[in-house]
């Protein structure tokens, strides 16, 4: 079992930053890839960046330059720095966790956190 706890969102102007964080505990941790998902209101869920802990990372397109995916081994956390945040990133984002990098990317991770919101205004 892995256990996903995110945290960090919060309301914040278009231009703005946030970094949010995902601690994993569990038996098997050290043995998951990680990564992050968001969910706007009406829309389905779109798969945002992941990472393996050696620094494999796929990030989707419409926030590169923008958000940057990173781990700290020690911590047991994986975090999502968003810069120049725009309104349109608003969402419910959630970290996830499977065994399989791929399953990760393709957003059929076997662990899911709860989420966090995040809100842009204009």
């Known amino acids: 079992q892995v256990q996903l706890v995110e945290s960090g969102g919060g309301l914040v102007q278009a231009g703005g930053s946030l970094r949010l964080s995902c601690v994993a505990s569990g038996r098997s941790f050290s043995r998951y890839f990680m990564g992050w998902f968001r969910q706007a209101p009406g829309k389905e869920r779109e798969f945002v960046a992941a990472t393996t802990w050696s620094g494999t990372r796929t990030i989707v397109d419409s926030v590169k330059g923008r958000f940057t995916i990173t781990s700290d081994n020690a911590k047991n956390t994986v975090y999502l720095q968003m810069n120049s945040l725009k309104p349109e990133d608003t969402a419910v984002y959630f970290c996830?966790?499977?065994?399989?990098?791929?399953?990760?990317?393709?957003?059929?991770?076997?662990?899911w956190g709860q989420g966090t919101q995040v809100t842009v205004s204009s």
């Open positions: 996830a966790a499977d065994p399989t990098y791929g399953m990760v990317v393709a957003g059929t991770s076997s662990y």
